[in-house]
């Protein structure tokens, strides 16, 4: 396994794990809350945030481990009529017009970023630039993995 191939996958297991206590603390999170609202009947005013933000994460996050995986959605009914000679050359289409959606993904994810970079969450008093740093951070693990299956596809040993 080369050097890029092996990143790539570390990259995803170590993103699998964070998925697993991400998806798990925004469940107990929400439990929590609910406990707290109807049997204590005291609401945690900072928990939908901290929900709803967990959840975009998990969101970004699970969309690399997707298609790392090679479990996104897709309709393969055309390419599979395809010749070998033709489906490699539409693999290499694909995972080029890929990485150039990654990269714009980073680049504006960037500026966005920037842009919000004074603004500070209502209830947990975050600076708004960490939150939405995943935009252009998931597009840096797509990237990773977009290179790797586009070098897998060019060699033809995917």
Known sequence: MSFPEKLSHRVN??????LFIFGFSMAMLVAVQVFFRYVLNHSLFWSEEL?????????????????????????DIFSAKLSPNFRRILAVSVHIA???????????????AYFIRL????????PKWIIFSII??????????SLVFLGKSLTGTS
Request: proline share 5%; charged share 5%; net charge positive.
């Open 51 to 75: 929900a709803r933000y967990l959840l975009v994460w998990l969101t970004f996050l699970g969309a690399s481990v997707a298609y790392y995986r090679n479990v996104h959605p897709g309709i």
């Open 136 to 145: 252009p951070l998931s597009g840096l693990i797509l990237t990773i993995h």
């Open 13 to 18: 297991i170590g993103i699998e794990y964070l």
């Open 98 to 112: 890929s990485l150039f959606l990654f990269c714009i993904m980073m680049y504006y994810g960037c500026q966005f």
């Open 119 to 126: 603004q500070i969450s209502p209830a947990l008093q975050l």
